[in-house]
């Protein structure tokens, strides 16, 4: 909450407690492997690579262009990574941050 304050996800985009958004062109997976498990999960490609500046100056990743963010459940939290990579993220060890929330 103190990086990115509220969320709203959809299938389309990641919006911002600021009003920061950032759009998926895509779905490019719908599993993920999360410490060498597989989980169902949504892989969305960013369409418009960036690391905004979100709550206290922070930004969502602070090592590069976000390029692609992964979504899953776990016991009632929703978590979300980012990474910054050129090919498609396969397991969260690839992530540069990842966030969880309650629902």
Known sequence: MSVTGD?????FSIT???GKT???SGLVADT???DGQEVPAS????SHPGDPVLENDNRLCGSGAVTYIANWDDNGRSLVAVFTGDE???SNE????SYTYEQ
Do not use: G, R
């Not at 969320?7 to 299938?11: C, E, L, R, T, V």
């Not at 892989?43 to 960013?46: E, F, R």
């Not at 690839?94 to 941050?97: L, R, V």
């Open 88 to 90: 498609a993220p396969s």
């Open 32 to 34: 993920f492997i999360v």
């Open 7 to 11: 969320i709203q996800f959809d299938d």
């Open 22 to 24: 950032l759009n998926f």
């Open 43 to 46: 892989v969305y490609q960013v």
């Open 94 to 97: 690839e992530m540069c941050a």
């Open 16 to 18: 911002f407690e600021n």
